[in-house]
């Protein structure tokens, strides 16, 4: 493939239309193995078994995000902001990797088999390694991506409150699952935004897209991402892997591919990813094909945790979810474990595989982040919580946490 014909790329999307492709370089990192993988994970896990049509992938939201980047550079440099081509390719560069690091079925992987390393650190060690077979050209990414270089609006534009990774994946999750309540103006959003001594910043005249934006953020998660019945399978799956790790410790032999089978006999931390590259290229194995082929078999596994476990999250036979503001009483969670432990023969230990407990917070809007800025007029420059007259910030910047309990949908208590 010539040159030319690299810069008349396209990409039919169905969130934006067509995504062009001008640059050679970041071509070849679409182009690369390592983010070719990123087609086979879901952008939201396990998320389909709520929503069916949410089998969209981490490729299409790193190249939405890219896209928007692209959109917003331009935008920026028709407000006179001095953006060089040099600059723009890192921070389209640096958009593209951001999510290079998630394991199968995105969040799960850091709750089960590799532990005390999140994507985002593990994405940075993906893109250092990546770099070093670019010879170097990935460094100013890099700089962007840490908040090491310059012009700091560019890492905002990658990491921050208001950055392109959450327009895309609101814009995209809400379309995928079809709740309208995620839908935001993108598109305004982008044209209006500025820099103000080198700091992202939002018109005025923009500041109900960004309300709509925050209160979306909200809605999204308590709808979509913290679902109750796409927590119950992603608990599921997490005590899967987990369940599987522990036989492959005691000796067990399972059926697995040979990536998975790697990290199930190992337990692999962050020291081991930085000091060894095998870990890196063997992570970069593992999808959500790996984890889900290994499931189907396990069914018929003689451990009959694992066997239970892999039969119900196939047949979608989850577990029973109760969410509430405060915590359970523990007298109720010990009269579900007697239960269990009847129903199923098992030891204290192994009820923790059918009864989970867990928190899960989350605040549409922290006061503590890069918050977002609104310029008015005059150049005076206000955060969104004290210039919108619309939010109660108040309680959107408030963490708000919830207790879920888990346990099998077939144990009652009186």
Known sequence: MTNESIKRKII??????????????????????????????????????????????????????????????????????????NEKEGALLAILLHDIGHGPFSHTLERSIVKGLSHEDLSLLIIRQLNIG?????????????????????????????????????????????VAEGTISTHRIIKMMTISNDELVVESKGIYSIENFIISRRLMYWQVYFHKTVMAAEYMLINILNRAKYLEGQ??????????????????????????????NEFMR???????????????????ILACLCTSLINRHLYKVLIQNKPFDRSFIEAIRREVLKKFNLSEVESGYFIIEDIVTNSAYSLNDDKIKIIFRDGNLMDVSEASDQLNISVLSSEVSKYVLCYPKNITVS
């Open 12 to 85: 039919n999307d169905p969130v934006y239309g067509f995504i062009s492709i001008n640059n050679d370089l970041v071509f070849e990192i679409i182009e690369h193995p390592w983010f070719q993988r990123l087609r086979r994970i879901k952008q939201l896990g396990l998320t389909h078994y709520v929503y069916p049509s949410a089998v969209h992938t981490r490729y299409q939201h790193a190249l939405g995000s890219m896209h928007l980047m692209d959109q917003t550079i331009e935008v920026l440099r028709s407000k006179g902001h001095i953006i060089t081509e």
């Open 134 to 178: 670019f010879k170097g050209k990935l460094s100013r990414a890099i700089e962007i991506i840490r908040d090491q270089y310059p012009k700091r609006f560019l890492h905002q534009l990658v990491s921050s409150q208001l950055d392109m990774d959450r327009l895309d994946y609101l814009s995209r999750d809400s379309f995928f699952t079809g």
């Open 251 to 280: 000796g067990v032999r399972l059926f697995c591919t040979p990536a998975l089978e790697l990290f199930l006999k190992n337990q692999v931390m962050r020291e081991d990813f930085e000091k060894n590259d095998r870990w890196i």
């Open 286 to 304: 593992l999808d959500d094909f790996d984890v889900f082929s290994s499931i189907k078999v396990w069914m018929d596994h003689e451990d009959k």
